[in-house]
C-alpha cells in the first residue's frame, strides 16, 4: 500500500444506546480508491460523517495526514484537504451552478487557484459549463450529482470522500460517475467511496472493506473480494 494518508482505528459511534459502529479500523493510502461495501444500516455512512467530523466517536481516533482529527470541526477538516460529497447531494438549489461550485472553495483565498481549478471543473464537466447560470434545483439528478463532485474539486482537496455517488441515477449516467471518480486519481487524488453498487465500486477500487452491522468483516484487493463467493453472493447477486 501507498504511504498512509487516513488511518481509521477503533472506531466505536453510538446514536443514543444503538451503537452504530463496533471497533472499526481501515487505512486509505495516498494515491488510492477505497471503497466501504455492505447493505443499508451496516454503518456507511455514520463512519463518513465520522472520517469528515460530522459526527464525534465514543472511542478510536481519526488520522489524517499523520494529525489526529477525531475531534477536529468539519470545517477545519476541510480546510486540511479533504472533501465531502454527501450523499443526496446537497446543493443549494436556489443558487446557480457557478455559486455552488464557488460555496465549494469557501475555505480558500488563492483567487488565482480558485479560478484555475473552476476552469478544470468546467472542462471536466461541459454540461455545467453550459449551465453555469442556471439555478441549480434546475437540474437533472445526473448534472446535480456532478454538480457535487465539481464543487468537492474547488476545495482542492488531496481526499475525496464520496457517499452513494450512483443513488437514483440511470445506468448510462452511473457508469459515467464511476469514470469520473477514476479519473479523480489518475488527477492524483485520494479517494474513500461508499456505494450501495458493489460490482461498480469494486471494479473502480484498489481495495475495499465489508462493513456489516457496524463492523468489518472483510478486506482486501478490490478484484479478490469481486471475485470471492461469499461476496458474489450477499452483494454482487451472483
Same mark, same amino acid.
Given at each position: ?8 482505528? #477503533? *472506531? ?6 444503538? !451503537? ?10 495516498? %494515491?488510492?480508491?477505497?471503497? *466501504?461495501?455492505?447493505?443499508? %444500516? ?16 465514543? /472511542? ?35 443558487? &446557480?451552478?457557478?455559486?455552488?461550485? *464557488? ?20 472542462? !471536466? ?7 453555469? &447560470? !442556471? +439555478?441549480?434545483?434546475?437540474? &437533472?439528478?445526473?448534472? /446535480? /450529482?456532478?454538480?457535487?463532485? %465539481?464543487?468537492? *474539486? +474547488? ?37 474513500? +467511496?461508499?456505494?450501495? $453498487? ?7 477500487? #484498489?481495495?475495499?472493506?465489508? +462493513?456489516? $452491522? ?9 478484484? #479478490? ?14
Amino acid at each position: 500500500m501507498a504511504e498512509t494518508l487516513l488511518k481509521v482505528e #477503533d *472506531l466505536h459511534v453510538y446514536y443514543g444506546i444503538i !451503537q452504530a459502529l463496533k471497533g472499526i479500523s481501515f487505512e486509505v493510502g495516498r %494515491g488510492e480508491i477505497v471503497s *466501504l461495501i455492505g447493505a443499508n %444500516g451496516a454503518g456507511k455512512t455514520t463512519t463518513l460523517h465520522t472520517v469528515t467530523g460530522l459526527i464525534h466517536p465514543k /472511542q478510536g481516533s481519526v488520522v489524517y495526514k499523520g494529525e489526529e482529527i477525531t475531534r477536529i470541526p468539519a470545517h477545519r477538516i476541510v480546510s486540511m484537504g479533504m472533501a465531502h460529497v454527501p450523499e443526496g447531494r446537497r446543493i443549494f438549489q436556489g443558487l &446557480s451552478v457557478y455559486d455552488n461550485l *464557488l460555496l465549494g472553495a469557501y475555505s480558500r483565498s488563492d483567487k488565482d487557484g480558485i479560478k484555475r481549478d473552476m476552469e478544470t471543473v468546467f472542462e !471536466q464537466f461541459p454540461r455545467l459549463a453550459e449551465r453555469r &447560470s !442556471q +439555478l441549480a434545483g434546475t437540474l &437533472s439528478g445526473g448534472e /446535480q /450529482q456532478m454538480l457535487a463532485m %465539481g464543487r468537492a *474539486l +474547488l476545495a482542492s482537496p488531496e481526499l475525496i470522500v464520496m457517499d452513494e455517488p450512483s443513488m437514483g441515477l440511470s445506468p448510462l449516467l452511473v457508469g459515467e460517475v464511476f469514470e469520473i471518480i477514476r479519473s479523480f486519481r489518475e488527477a492524483g487524488k485520494t479517494v474513500l +467511496l461508499v456505494e450501495q $453498487n458493489a460490482k461498480k465500486a469494486l471494479s473502480v477500487s #484498489d481495495r475495499a472493506y465489508v +462493513l456489516e $452491522n457496524g463492523a468489518i468483516t472483510m478486506s482486501g484487493n478490490a478484484a #479478490d473480494l469481486a471475485a470471492d463467493d461469499r461476496v458474489r453472493k450477499a452483494y454482487l447477486g451472483a
